[in-house]
């Protein structure tokens, strides 16, 4: 049980709770053996990445074949083309499962933060959703773009302290990921590791702070408390920069970084939990980015959790492989449907992504 200190500081404070989760995929799912053949893959080290992934489906939008079966590479246009029309889709698709979700409509919204790395909208995906839903035009929003996978965290830190500020006020983390807008076709191993691991999907999360009106349909966790770190030793570790060969934007993943990120998840989650008098033997839920196996098995054995700890973040890379931002959220839809989670226990929400960048917060039911 957690001693007086922090928590009894936190709580004289409005609270942000979390009142509603949603999330959406692009339409057609394909095995990893399927993208394979789609693109005519047979170099067997490329599809080794593929193949021992932990990923059995992803959604993805891949490029139309041609009369000879071909499909062609896009070009940074049709990609970008590609990542609007995805992004509108999934986001007001899980826009509306989250306030549904909620018990709220898209009337009741005041704040709308959208978070994409996947391609770059002015205006911003915000207001483009706005527009196309009809929503109060007075809907104030922000809009966080080129983060990485750990930004949904470092955007419900900014709606939390927006709730916490406007009390029963509604405020949405909308996180868009159209991976297929950044899916670069070549016979590389850098490219190979990428092409292997990233799925569209788009999650959202609802948050009201103080507001007692009425019971939300499901319990509704406290956002207590949030801890970041940086590894700047590791910036260029993992970066979405020009490919000057393909005329066109690449991700790279350095393949050391799931050794990176496991080294510092300790520190941050000590750095999360100091003061509050809680143990990481207090942690009943943890929901952790679906980084990647090496990714999730590195936060395993550095933290001592065990396989039944991240079965949801397994379960979210197995199904969806790597949703980017809106991964964590994935896996707490998962499981709030499993129904375990009861009055008083703590969770810990942990991203991580380009920076290389560690974002945790802490819950409570």
Same mark, same amino acid.
């Given at each position: ?15 942000? +709770?979390?009142?509603?989760? &949603?999330?959406? #995929? ?28 932990? =990923?059995? !489906? ?8 041609? @009369? ?5 590479? /896009? ?30 409509? *898209? ?16 205006? &911003? %995906?915000?207001? *483009?959703?706005? !527009? ?11 809009? =966080? ?10 955007? %419900? ?11 029963? /006020? ?17 016979? $590389? ?13 788009? @999650?959202?999360?609802? %948050?009201?702070?103080?507001?007692? +009106? ?16 940086? =590894?700047? /030793? ?40 100091? &003061? ?19 990714? =999730? ?6 933290? &001592? *959790?065990?396989?039944?700890?991240? !079965?949801?973040? #397994? ?14 959220l994935f896996s707490y839809e998962r499981l709030l449907e499993e129904?375990? $989670? ?6 810990? %929400?942990? $991203? ?7 974002? $945790? ?5």
């Amino acid at each position: 049980m957690a001693l007086p200190g922090v928590l009894d500081d936190i709580r004289m404070a409005p609270a942000p +709770r979390i009142t509603g989760v &949603g999330t959406a #995929v692009s339409p057609t799912s394909y095995s990893q053996r399927e993208v394979l053949d789609a693109f005519g893959i047979t170099d067997p080290k490329v599809r080794s990445v593929f193949l021992n992934s932990a =990923i059995e !489906r992803r959604n993805l939008t891949l490029p139309a074949e041609d @009369a000879h079966g071909v499909r062609a590479p /896009e070009s940074q246009g049709d990609l970008l083309d590609k990542h609007k029309a995805l992004a509108l889709e999934m986001g007001a698709e899980a826009l509306r499962a989250c306030l549904k979700n909620a018990g709220a409509e *898209l009337a009741d919204l005041r704040h709308l933060c959208c978070v994409t790395s996947t391609g770059f909208l002015t205006p &911003g %995906l915000s207001a *483009l959703l706005i !527009r196309e839903l009809g929503i109060d035009r007075h809907c104030s929003r922000a809009d =966080i773009v080129g983060m990485g996978c750990n930004a949904g965290l470092n955007a %419900l830190s900014v709606e939390a302290g927006w709730a916490a500020s406007h009390p029963g /006020e509604l405020a949405v983390v909308l996180c868009v990921e159209a991976c297929s807008a950044a899916y670069a076709m070549d016979s $590389t191993m850098r490219t190979a590791v990428v092409n292997s691991l990233f799925g569209d999907g788009a @999650a959202a999360v609802a %948050l009201v702070a103080g507001d007692e +009106r009425e019971p939300t349909p499901q319990p509704a966790p406290v956002v207590l408390k949030f801890a970041s770190c940086i =590894i700047p /030793e590791a910036v260029d570790a993992m970066r979405y920069d020009w490919d000057r060969d393909q005329g066109r934007f690449s991700f790279f993943l350095d393949p050391q970084i799931p050794y990176v990120v496991g080294a510092h998840a300790e520190i941050v989650v000590d750095r999360l939990l100091e &003061g509050t008098g809680l143990r990481r033997s207090d942690i009943r839920h943890w929901l952790v980015h679906s980084g990647g196996k090496k990714v =999730i098995d590195a936060v395993v054995v550095n933290l &001592g *959790l065990t396989r039944h700890d991240v !079965r949801h973040t #397994v379960g979210v890379l197995r199904d969806h492989g790597n949703v980017s931002s809106g991964s964590f959220l994935f896996s707490y839809e998962r499981l709030l449907e499993e129904g375990v $989670t009861r009055p008083g226990e703590y969770g810990v %929400l942990m $991203t991580m992504g380009p920076g290389s960048t560690i974002e $945790t917060a802490l819950i409570r039911w």
